[in-house]
């Protein structure tokens, strides 16, 4: 069984820090691109970061510079660390994974075949 646990989310004041985890069971990364979303309230729903079956790696504008993708491998594990976070930064973080994405549009696919059940990050003082 496929199963996606994301874990690190909590409160955090603006310029803080925080890194998620993803770890997953039931698959391998070599078999899919994982990507981490956010859904926050009022907003539409934005691919973040993207990292592919050979370790390429894409981000979303808002946090390009700020946030890093990556992995361990070994222990199927991927990570998201957040820096300088903003107010804007506060949602629901969903760790995903697709065998089939098309690289060029990972961070903006309608749909992936497999969801975390999210850790919420909340930026405020």
């Known amino acids: 069984e496929v199963q996606l646990v994301e874990s690190g989310g909590g409160l955090v004041q603006p310029g803080g820090s925080l890194r998620l985890s993803c770890a997953a069971s039931?698959?391998?990364?070599?078999?899919?691109?994982m990507t981490w979303v956010r859904q926050a309230p009022g907003k539409e729903r934005e691919g973040l970061a993207c990292?592919?079956?050979?370790?390429?790696?894409k981000y979303a504008d808002s946090v390009t510079g700020r946030f890093t993708i990556s992995s361990d491998k070994a222990a199927n594990i991927i990570y998201l660390q957040m820096n300088n976070l903003k107010s804007e930064d506060t949602g629901m973080y969903y760790c995903t994974a697709d065998p089939a994405v098309w690289w060029p549009t990972c961070l903006s696919q309608s749909s992936y075949n497999y969801w975390g059940q999210g850790t919420q990050v909340t930026v405020s003082s």
């Open positions: 990292l592919g079956r050979s370790d390429g790696t």
């Open positions: 039931g698959f391998t990364f070599r078999s899919a691109a």
